[in-house]
């Protein structure tokens, strides 16, 4: 399984917890000391698994497809919020560089009229 971070493990109740190897869900029971029990879902199991929530009354489709969008943008903001971290990182490298170069020829910025 791959590692592991607290990001991607979501508690589901009674000792039982779900994270995403970037291919399947898997489900396992955690005590506290040590993980068993893994199931791993890849998508046609958690189709499998949507589908008898509906059928048992547990999910309605509509609650499925309102849940499967709302992981979705989730998972549009993360991105977003990657490349905003990214580009401030990057606006503060070129920022320090240009600092630099001045600093280094002994530029300084023209001013503006």
């Keep these: ?13 009674d000792g039982a917890y779900a994270t995403f190897t970037g291919y399947s869900i898997v489900i396992y029971t955690w005590n506290g000391i040590e993980e068993k029990n893994h199931i791993h879902l890849e998508k046609t199991e958690l189709r499998k698994l949507n ?3 509906e059928r048992v009354g547990l ?3 509509q609650d499925l497809k ?16 990657t490349k905003n971290k ?28």
């Design 1 to 13: 399984m791959s590692e592991k971070n607290e990001e991607n493990i979501i508690y589901l109740g």
């Design 51 to 53: 589908e008898f929530a």
């Design 59 to 61: 999910a309605s489709k």
């Design 66 to 81: 309102r849940e499967h969008r709302i992981q979705g943008l989730h998972h549009e903001l993360d991105e977003e919020v």
């Design 86 to 113: 990214q580009a401030k990182k990057r606006i503060k490298e070129l920022g320090e560089t240009i600092k630099i170069l001045r600093e280094t020829q002994g530029h300084s910025r023209p001013k503006r009229r």
